[in-house]
């Protein structure tokens, strides 16, 4: 008969409820995982499933704490923290795509037509729909999924569980990576809006040329017919933004965390 002490037996359930909070609160806000189209069933059993496979890891790294204790709650809060940093950073990806997206469709006239968002449930114009719907096969194609898991993974021995977890400065970093997002933005819609600029140039000189022409009734479907021919054509530059938005998403969480991935993961 195998005997297990009341220490053991809350080792055990200390190295699974910490991992459980960091793997659920990125799970909750992640791209793809955190998506509203995603029940909240199965981010549920994915967190669960995780944590018991990594708990075995981290169990002998782990130091009881008592759950209902001032230790405790810093320590749960402290690892709720890194999993939404983890989640968020990776969501500001996503949010670069839409602002280009909201961008081009102002330029071509679309920015009233809107639809729901299934990542975060809310209203966006239809071009930012499409152009997350890219970005998302992308990040999938690319496995950014597997590496943000694995991320996740060497977190709890790079920022191992404890009372003490990321600091000001990264949080700052993090703040200060938000620039990136809107240069990101730009980089990506910077063809588009150009081209649309030139067409809305072109219709000025029209109207000046030729003052009794109805500029309302020609601009609107002729903007929006070259904004779809351009947004078809620049569709295949998107792919490197979105690459280097990523990767140096997972490098700032990269160093925040401490550590990172291997090389050849």
């Known amino acids: 008969m195998i005997a297990v002490t009341s220490m053991e037996l809350n080792t055990w359930m200390y190295a699974f409820l910490w991992p459980l909070l960091r793997v659920g609160a990125m799970f ?18 994915l967190a669960l499933v995780m944590s018991l496979m990594m708990a075995p890891m981290i169990v002998q790294d782990t ?11 810093l320590v749960g809060t402290q690892q709720v923290l890194i ?13 670069s795509i839409v602002i280009a997206a909201q961008s081009i469709a ?32 992308m990040f999938l194609a690319l496995n950014g999924h597997l ?19 990321l600091t000001p400065t990264d949080y700052w970093s993090l703040v200060s990576w938000g620039s990136r997002m809107f240069a990101g933005a730009v980089a990506i819609a910077l063809t588009a809006i150009a081209s649309l600029l030139l067409v809305n140039l072109a219709f000025g000189v029209m109207s000046r040329a030729a003052p009794q022409l ?10 929006m017919l070259t904004g779809f021919v351009i947004i078809m054509l620049s569709v295949p530059g998107i792919t490197p933004h979105v690459s ?13 965390l401490g550590g990172g991935l291997n090389d050849g993961r």
Do not use: C, H, W
């Open 28 to 45: 909750s806000v992640a791209p793809i995982f955190g998506a509203r189209m995603v029940p909240a069933k199965v981010r549920a059993a």
């Open 63 to 73: 130091v009881p704490v008592e759950i209902f204790s001032a230790d405790g709650l």
């Open 83 to 95: 999993g939404l940093t983890m989640g968020f950073t990776l969501q500001l990806v996503f949010t």
């Open 106 to 137: 102002m330029s071509m006239g679309l920015g009233f037509a809107n639809a729901v968002d299934p990542q975060n449930g809310v209203q966006v114009p239809v071009v930012a729909q499409y152009y997350l719907t890219l970005a998302t096969l």
């Open 147 to 165: 590496v943000l898991v694995q991320l996740l993974v060497d977190s709890f021995i790079s920022l191992p569980v404890g009372t003490t977890g």
């Open 214 to 223: 109805n500029i309302f009734g020609v601009g609107f479907p002729v903007m």
């Open 244 to 256: 280097n938005l990523a990767q140096e998403a997972f490098l700032l969480l990269q160093d925040m």
